[in-house]
Structure formats: structure tokens, C-alpha cells
């Protein structure tokens, strides 16, 4: 009998999408590519659900709109928990992850995918964090009150830089981030904002779907100097599913778990394993021959093994480098 290197795995993905407005319900197997029914199938422990908010004009009006959307955001994926014990467990720290797995209940981690939620309201970062929000991602495309993004977005942006990197807001933000365990999130952001923000917090930054620059030359993706930066100050780039980030034209089609493992691979040989995850941006974009859907999960693993990786690294990169992340996120809000 041969065991499955996929059992036992406390397996995150740190970025998908929710249902929004009006989705699927998350309680059935639909045609989203993650409901409960696919995380058990696939036999993930436990998702960050982002509240995504797409850079839109930042005045008054705007910016309350960004704030009421993320608020009803953070509500659906809170109800992905009912208290009545039929679907997943609200996991805001690694301790609850991790006793979440050992009841066989997926765990559901709420996070912010661009700053725009707060517009340049500070106090908006405790009542997030006070809803579980784990990670925030500081910017989408475009750029907003707190930092530059990656791609700029033409109509509302005139440069490619704004800021040149974070704001004087942006870095208060990661101040508050940090004091209330909020991680980093440096997906999306230009490289001035990434290498500023890396060097600022306290606590280390996460990309939590980007890939490399050297293998896929896309503005979302990492370069060599940007991974450098990741292992000297201890942070984390989880590999994200996305066709275009892992191949150049690349499509679901013509892109697979095979090319996923490369950016992995990569990522490894230059800064190490500790500073690696996986993520699929899946409902946001993300979708790979062999992981179409989050059932299919025990594929990446299979290619994992495949390339000669053990328990040990393969545990490390589905979730075990992410947990750490967040427990250092939590100790230095304790102190
Ligand atoms: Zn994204």
C-alpha cells in the first residue's frame, strides 16, 4: 500500500476569491473552483478569503464605498463559518488553524486585497483586524493612498509613480499593521513599495500570489533583487496559479502544475525553502491544467514529490512557512 504524500498535510492557500455579490452559495459544489465540498475533496486545511476591492477614485465618496464593500466582504466570508458548525471555522491565528485541521474542519482566514479599504482612515485597521483580518494587501492595480502599485491603472493614475514607493500614510499603515498582527501583503505592489515595505515592518512582508520575474517577465511578478530582499528579512512569496505570471501568453490551457513547480523550484535554489508557499488565486483568475480547482490539490503535491521534494519541504511549502509568518505577526502584537 503506498500512502499519499497529501494526507496528513496542513495545506493553505493563501489568496481566493469569494462569491461576490450574489455567487454561488459556498456550502455546495458549484461551479466556483472553491466551495467546502472541493476544499474537503481536495483535502486543503484552510484558505485566506480576500476581500478584494478594485482601486476605484479616491474622494470622499469613493473612498466610503471602498470601506462599505470590504465591511460586506469580510460579512460573506465570516458566514462561510456558521455557528452551527455546517461549514468551515473562522481561523484568525495559527493556533486555531492548526486545531481547526485536527478537527477536520477547514479553516477560513479573512484577508483585505488593497489598502484602498481604509482610504486614509488608520482607525479602519483596528476594527479589520478586530474582524480577523490577517493579511492586507496594500495595494490592487493602481495606485492608492498608501503606496504605488505594480500596474498603474490609466484612468485614474497619470504616472507610473505617485509616491515613489509607500506614503507618509503607507508607512503609518504598516506601523499599525504590525502593532495589531496584520501581515504585509506585497503582492500587487510596484517593486519601491515592496523593497520599502520589506525594510519598514517589523514583522516579515508576504507576496501572497506573485512569481518570478526571471522565468515569466510580468510587472507582477518578483525579480531577483525583490526575492533577495524576502530571504534577508525573513519574508515569504507564495507562487500563485495564475497562467500569464507563470508563462509568458501563458492560459489554463497551456499552462500547468509542471510550470507552477518551476517557480518553486527557482525560488528555492536561490533564497531557500523557508521563504516559499503556494497560493491559486482561484475565482480571482487563477487556474492550471492538473489544478483547476481547489480538489484537484493533491496534484501540486504529486509534483512536488515528483521533483524530489520530502514531508518536510512539501509541509513547509503548502503552509508551514505561512504559519510562521503569522505567528510572528501575533508575537509582536502581544508585546
Ligand atoms: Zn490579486
Redesign the pocket.
Known amino acids: 500500500m503506498t500512502i499519499d504524500p497529501h494526507d496528513g498535510l496542513l495545506a493553505i492557500d493563501t489568496?481566493v476569491d469569494i462569491p461576490w455579490p450574489d455567487g454561488p452559495s459556498p456550502f455546495t459544489d458549484g461551479p466556483r473552483c472553491v466551495d467546502l465540498p472541493k476544499l474537503k475533496a481536495g483535502r486543503v486545511a484552510a484558505v485566506c478569503f480576500?476581500a478584494?476591492i478594485p482601486q476605484g477614485p479616491r474622494d470622499a465618496a469613493g473612498n466610503l464605498a471602498a470601506h462599505e464593500r470590504a465591511c460586506q466582504m469580510l460579512d460573506a466570508i465570516a458566514a462561510m463559518a456558521p455557528r452551527d458548525n455546517s461549514g468551515g471555522v473562522l481561523t484568525t491565528t495559527a493556533d486555531a488553524i492548526e486545531a481547526a485541521f485536527a478537527k477536520g474542519r477547514p479553516g477560513i482566514i479573512p484577508a483585505i486585497?488593497n489598502g484602498y479599504a481604509l482610504g486614509r482612515d488608520l482607525g479602519a485597521l483596528d476594527a479589520f483586524a478586530a474582524r480577523g483580518v490577517r493579511y492586507i494587501?496594500l495595494t490592487?492595480?493602481g495606485h492608492n493612498d498608501l503606496a504605488d502599485a505594480a500596474i498603474p491603472r490609466r484612468d485614474l493614475d497619470d504616472a507610473e509613480t505617485e509616491h515613489g514607493g509607500l506614503s507618509e500614510l503607507g508607512r503609518a499603515a504598516i506601523q499599525r499593521m504590525n502593532a495589531l498582527g496584520i501581515l504585509v501583503d506585497v503582492?500587487?505592489a510596484a517593486k519601491s513599495t515592496m523593497l520599502q515595505a520589506a525594510e519598514l515592518s517589523r514583522t516579515p512582508v508576504v507576496a501572497?500570489?506573485s512569481c518570478m520575474r526571471t522565468l515569466c517577465d510580468h510587472p507582477?511578478n518578483l525579480d531577483d533583487f525583490q526575492l533577495d530582499t524576502l530571504r534577508d528579512t525573513g519574508g515569504l512569496v507564495q507562487i500563485t496559479a495564475?497562467p500569464p505570471f507563470l508563462r509568458a501568453r501563458g492560459r489554463s490551457d497551456t499552462v500547468g502544475v509542471s510550470d507552477f513547480v518551476d517557480h518553486i523550484d527557482y525560488v528555492v535554489r536561490r533564497i531557500g525553502i523557508a521563504h516559499c508557499g503556494i497560493s491559486s488565486?482561484f475565482d480571482?483568475?487563477g487556474a492550471i491544467t492538473g489544478w483547476r480547482h481547489a480538489g484537484e490539490s493533491g496534484n501540486m503535491t504529486a509534483e512536488l514529490v515528483r521533483r524530489g521534494y520530502g514531508n518536510e519541504d512539501i509541509a513547509a511549502l503548502w503552509g508551514g512557512n505561512f504559519l510562521r509568518l503569522m505567528r510572528k505577526a501575533e508575537e509582536y502584537a502581544r508585546k
Open positions: 489568496h480576500a478584494y486585497e494587501t490592487h492595480n503582492s500587487h501572497t500570489h507582477r495564475m488565486d480571482g483568475g
